[in-house]
């Protein structure tokens, strides 16, 4: 790593020398500049930090800071001056002065303030730099897709990243990219540089689910030794993603909903009310709607979510873009596995698009996933597709797909009516026919308006 480069601006030649001298010993690229033309001249060869002199010939060093701040604002300045006095600290420190020195100089005090400082730009450097290779995953490319639906949801993402809107709402079936979106949204928003929190609101108990949100203060319950933040406060400036807020409990719906009114939450056990500035991503699988009718959702929740709503497509109502996704997976498993698959044959396409993709995209890309890792050959097959892969129900199961003049909602139908027959009306079972969650086909019973035989065992 080459060294830092110092830019020392004073007007005395025996300060410049003495810094010069001290900090080439300590292994820093020294520049020197009398005056603040001089020091904007020479600031264009590249400088990490400025030791910058109040009093300058041509000019305030104030002035020389602001214009720093202002044309290179991660560029770090100490303020050296032979007045002591608090103003002009204070006046260095509000206009962006990472410290200040005084004259006669303690060499060796400042030399490690010159460390923290440079440190300081390390650290950021750092920071952004991983937060660039965050962020650079998901960009608009990674929503692959030229159908009507993609390119019109892809425009909507578009708009509300580029939005202040505090609240947005993906809802979809399983597996349609909702995880994916709302990351697109954060990271091609003015927020990006800031935190993205992720919960699964299925994944906790209650009582944890709100400390994981909210935080808790000490004593708040049993185990709480130390106060903790929650992650909408970590969050601050950033995006708070919900993910299957269907699954939220009425409780938790109810300070989730004054969180997002009055923007102030307490944390578990605190009685300070605490504010934050953070976008709120929510997402679902279920019909909110049909949850609110039920009681299981609250109204006035489901309205203050439901702002700027977007609706995720299933796979098998764009089946134009499973060749481009296709693709997209072989690229990028071919990078992975370190193959060199270069077609897929047509035969094994247009099995993958006649499919039905109960599981939607992830279902998709875990098919091309497993075939990219058994195949030897330069060339996707039928064979690498096999229907009892998951890709659609085992043949051994005694779930086989339909005639395929049907079409892909009563394909879709027939799939899981075997599969429950077959089953005995488990749904448990059915969903590991079906390769589904129970969440997946209960979705499914609800939306064909399934109910099992009567004289079926219970």
Sequence with gaps: MPPATILVVDDEPLVRWSLTTRLSDEGYRVLEAESAAQAHERRREGVDLVLLD?????????????????????????????????????????????????????????????????DTTRLRREVSTLRATQARPYTFDRIVGASAPMQQMRGLLQKIAASPASTVLLT??????????????????????????????????????????????????????????????????????????????PALQAKLLRFLEERTFKRVGGAQDLRVDVR?????????????????????????LNVVPI??????????????????????????????????????????????????????????????LLTDSDELSLDHFPLGSGLAPRLGSGVALPDTGLDLEQL??????????????NQTRAATLLGLNRDQIRYRIEKFKLEKPAGEPA
């Excluded at 928003?189 to 299925?202: K, L, V």
């Excluded at 709120?280 to 009718?293: F, G, K, S, W, Y």
Aim: hydrophobic fraction near 40%; glycine fraction near 6%.
């Design 172 to 249: 979809g079936e399983s597996g349609t990219g909702k995880d994916l979106a709302a990351k697109v949204i954060h990271y091609a928003s003015a927020r990006a540089n800031q935190p993205f929190m992720n919960i699964t609101c299925s994944a906790l108990p209650e009582t944890l689910l709100e400390s994981e949100l909210f935080g808790h203060e000490r004593g708040a319950f049993t185990g709480a030794d130390r106060q903790k933040r929650g992650l909408i406060e970590t969050a601050d400036g950033g995006t708070v993603f919900l993910d299957e807020i269907g699954e939220m409990v």
């Design 280 to 304: 709120v991503i929510a997402a679902t699988n279920r019909n909110l709607e049909d949850e609110v009718r039920h009681g299981r959702f609250r109204e006035d929740l489901y309205y203050r």
């Design 311 to 372: 609706v995720l497509p299933p796979l098998r109502q764009r089946r134009e873009d499973i060749a481009p996704l296709v693709r997209h997976y072989v690229d990028s498993y071919n990078a992975e596995f370190r193959k060199r698959v270069t077609r897929v044959h047509p035969d094994a396409m247009a099995r993958l698009e006649a499919y039905p993709w109960p599981g939607n995209v992830r279902e998709l890309r875990n098919a091309v996933e497993r075939a990219m």
């Design 412 to 425: 879709e139908r027939s799939l899981v009516v075997q599969a429950l027959e077959r089953a005995g009306w």
């Design 54 to 118: 109040y009093r300058l010939p041509d000019g305030d060093g104030l002035a020389v800071l602001k214009r720093i701040k202002e044309t290179s604002p991660d560029t770090l300045v100490i303020m050296l001056t032979a007045h002591t006095g608090v103003e002009l600290a204070v006046d260095a420190m509000k206009q962006g002065a990472f410290h200040y020195a005084n004259k006669p100089f303690d060499m060796d005090a400042l030399v490690l303030l010159i460390e923290r400082a440079l």
